[in-house]
Structures are given as C-alpha cells and as structure tokens.
C-alpha cells in the first residue's frame, strides 16, 4: 500500500480561514511538505504550525526568489523525489500551499510529478483574490460580468489589453510593479477605480484605495478594478 499525497490549501494567512477538513488532514499527516522562500521560512508552513504534529516529518522546498524556471523547478524536482520515497513506503504526505493549491499554487508542480503514480487529493483554501474583494467588501464580478486575473509581471500592453476585456480585474504578485501600474492605470482613467491590498486577513491588512497605495508593495498584494457601476444598486 502506498500513501496519498495531499495538497492543502492554506488560504491567505489568517488559520481560522483554513478549512476543517485541511487542519484535519494536517494534523493527522506523517510527513509536511512546503515550499519557503529561500532565506525567509515557509510563510504555508507558519499559518498550520499549530496543526502540524511534534512526530511529523518534515520536507522544506526552498524557492529561490531569482528570474527563470529552473532554479525553481530544480528544487521542486528535488522536493518530489524525497515526497516519493514516503508515499511508496505508505505515509501519507501533505503539501502545504498558501491561498487555493491550483490557483497560481506551488502545490501544481509537485502534482504534475506524482499524480500519476500515487492516489492524490485536492483541500481547496481560501484564495489571495477573494480574501482581498473581502477585505474591501467589494464585489468581483457580479450578473454577467467578466473577470480576468493578470500577473503583474507582464508588459503593459498586455496588461492594458487584458483588462479592457472584463469588467472587472485583478492584478497579483505587484511587489516592486506596483509604482509601474498605478502610473499604468492613472493613464488609463482607472485610479478611482482600483482598489489596493496587501497582507489580506493579517492583522497588519492595508486595504485602501489605489491612490493612497504605498510606493512599495511586498510580492503578496493585489489590485482590484470593478469598472462597472456596485452591483447590489
């Protein structure tokens, strides 16, 4: 008998926006995998501390925050290989992922090496995205709207055209982006528009409108823009 492999959605920081069924999972797991942020620590692995046990085995997958895919796809190679070694000796092994596993989730580069060899299953968390329409309380999309998620590192004329496809936007992983697209949006006639958040459901949350965002902005914020007229009118 093999183990499963599970890939855990930690939501966006805050533990009591993990699921039940998550902090079940975790604190029941043999062996914890997570990616951290090479010198920084596992921001995954800081939101379940308290459901990981003491016995548990740990597995760190140190990302480097550099340019390119390989240095990253080196150390999930590595990671998926001693995650192997568990599950063929039976222990379940659960991944750790902040926000939703599959929605821009390091947890889909470990799934795409094992899936096909051992039983997986999906716990569904909390995304960045959702976290922080709640943080402003406002809506995404609503009736028949459109919604386009947009990394920040793209150009801006991608940018600009993808966001005139929707009615509503949302713009991740600014970090140092951020004094590019309000200058972007601003030429745009969107700044009173655009809605700005950072650290969502932390206790130091910054939600506040584009205009009043900071020059500088860590890696996990995100731009909203609901250009249609509120949807509850």
């Known amino acids: 008998m093999t183990g499963t492999l599970y890939g855990i959605g930690t939501g966006p920081g805050d533990p009591e926006l993990v699921t039940r069924k998550a902090w079940r999972i975790v604190s029941e797991a043999q062996v ?11 921001f995954a692995r800081s ?8 016995d548990a085995v740990e597995i760190e997958m140190p990302v480097p925050m550099v340019s390119g895919r390989a240095p990253a796809q080196s150390i999930y190679e590595s990671g998926a290989a001693t995650i192997r070694q568990h599950l063929e000796a039976g222990r379940d092994v659960a991944v750790l992922c902040e926000g939703d596993p599959l929605f821009y989730g390091s947890f889909m580069y470990v799934l795409a090496r094992l899936r096909d060899d051992f039983t997986t299953m999906v716990i569904p968390g909390v995304t960045s995205m959702t976290a922080c329409a709640s943080a402003h309380r406002q809506a ?3 009736r028949n709207d459109t919604l386009v998620v947009i990394p920040a590192t793209l150009d801006d004329e991608t940018i600009r055209d993808r966001i005139a496809m929707a009615e509503a936007a949302v713009i991740m992983k600014l970090g140092r982006h951020l004094p590019r697209l309000k200058f972007l949006l601003d ?6 528009k655009a809605l700005f958040v950072s650290h969502a459901s932390l206790p130091h949350e910054n939600a506040t409108p584009l205009a009043e965002a900071p020059e500088e902005a ?5 731009i909203i823009i609901y250009k249609g007229a509120d949807p509850w009118i």
Not at 33 to 39: F, I, L, Q
Not at 47 to 54: D, G, K, L, Q, V
Not at 218 to 222: G, L
């Open 47 to 54: 939101i379940m501390a308290e459901a990981i046990s003491p």
């Open 187 to 192: 030429g745009m006639g969107l700044t009173g």
């Open 32 to 42: 914890i995998a997570y990616p951290s942020a090479e010198g920084t620590g596992s």
């Open 140 to 142: 995404l999309v609503a």
């Open 218 to 222: 860590p890696y996990f914020s995100m």
